[in-house]
């Protein structure tokens, strides 16, 4: 890109992203973390690097003298952490140390512009730009105005949040989850799933529900229901959160597989518009996965099964970097025989299908 040279602006812009945590097939975990994604050119910087997983500095989980503090070194109001001016532009979404590598860049005043140049991959104090740089990337010239008018909205005094009300706190709030379910050892498993991954999860096996205060069920982003919870039950539930005017996404469980459970209750907290998602589409049917992605980036996609005693399975179905398009990804018959289902996971984001078993030429893609 020639910004730098011929003065050509790029937009800029701030949107709420998520790094999907999960239970993965091995049994680890991986963190959830909701943040602020740089938008460029109408596109977030991200997807521009195919196969990273990292998360922005302007993370919601961030303490907040924090999170200002980094808002601050962006509008160049404090000097940078590293050398050679210059800033992290995206980190480790598990810690925030240098070693486990970091995107950066030098960002700089140019009159009344801001320019960010010379990307680079880094793990120490210095950059190599000649091992480690992203020649492909930037430089990127953004008006100094708006750079500066969608920053200065995440300050204490600012109008807050991207996509929240003037006064809001920064980034996405609604972490937490109600679960709602009569199967109480899987339901606990799956709080506790939630809550090692960062996300709040509170149990309720009644219709207490219904007398929790407004405030309270507004400060929920999802409900998942089990599946033995009859319609009389789900219809209170619903009825005291549409009272309480609280925007939350009901999610109805396909098996009691927690790993499978938590897949579901992430795509669910994902509000993010589906412009702006990698993973965009899935279906499995017929021995094979339709993905979906929108950007060059790597896909995981796993099988969970239940066996004839309800004992549950885990497949690793494929692993690797797909470009912008449509995949037919081959399944394994012993993977997905009977009740099955796959999961798809990229970076920031986590779509689940069931596999359907069903005739020849009924294969289509669903989109979120």
């Not at 924090?66 to 000097?79: K, P, Q, S, Y």
């Not at 066996?307 to 995949?327: I, M, Q």
């Amino acid at each position: 890109m020639s910004a730098d040279h011929d003065h050509v602006h790029t937009s800029f812009a701030l949107a709420p992203a998520i790094r999907a945590g999960g239970v993965l097939a091995r049994g680890g975990y991986q963190t959830h973390r909701d943040f602020i994604d740089f938008i460029v050119d109408g596109r977030p910087l991200l997807h521009r690097l195919s196969d990273l997983d990292a998360v922005s500095p302007l993370a919601s989980d961030v303490p907040p003298a924090i999170f200002t503090d980094h808002v601050r070194r962006l509008l160049l109001d404090a000097e940078p952490p590293l050398a050679g001016g210059r800033y992290v532009i995206y980190g480790c979404p598990e810690c925030e140390g240098i070693e486990c590598g970091a995107v950066t860049a030098v960002i700089e005043r140019d009159g009344d512009d801001i320019v960010w140049r010379d990307f680079a991959w880094q793990t120490a104090e210095t950059a190599d730009l000649k091992l480690n740089g992203y020649h492909g990337i930037g430089p990127f010239r953004f008006r100094g105005d708006e750079y500066r008018t969608e920053l200065e909205r995440l300050l204490p005094d600012g109008a807050g949040r991207p996509d929240g009300p003037p006064g809001t706190d920064p980034g996405p709030v609604r972490r937490r989850v109600l679960l709602i379910g009569d199967r109480v050892a899987v339901v606990a498993r799956l709080a506790a799933a939630l809550r090692a991954i960062g996300i709040g999860a509170d149990i309720a096996q009644d219709s207490v529900v219904v007398d929790v205060p407004a405030a309270e069920l507004r400060s929920y982003g999802a409900v998942a229901f089990g599946r033995a919870i009859d319609r009389q039950w789900r219809a209170a539930v619903k009825a005291a959160f549409a009272r309480a005017e609280a925007d939350v996404v009901y999610v109805d469980g396909l098996a009691p597989i927690v790993p499978l459970l938590v897949a579901q209750i992430e795509h669910a907290l994902d509000r993010g518009p589906l412009a702006r998602r990698r993973l965009t589409g899935l279906a499995a049917a017929d021995g094979e996965a339709v993905v979906e992605v929108s950007s060059t980036c790597r896909v995981q996609l796993t099988a969970y099964r239940l066996d004839r005693l309800s004992r549950a399975h885990t497949h690793a179905l494929f692993d690797g970097v797909l470009e912008p398009g449509t995949h037919r990804v081959p399944l394994d018959a012993r993977a997905v025989r009977g009740r099955s289902f796959v999961v798809a996971r990229t970076t920031g984001g986590v779509l689940v299908a069931p596999v359907a078993h069903r005739p020849a030429g009924a294969r289509t893609a669903a989109k979120t």
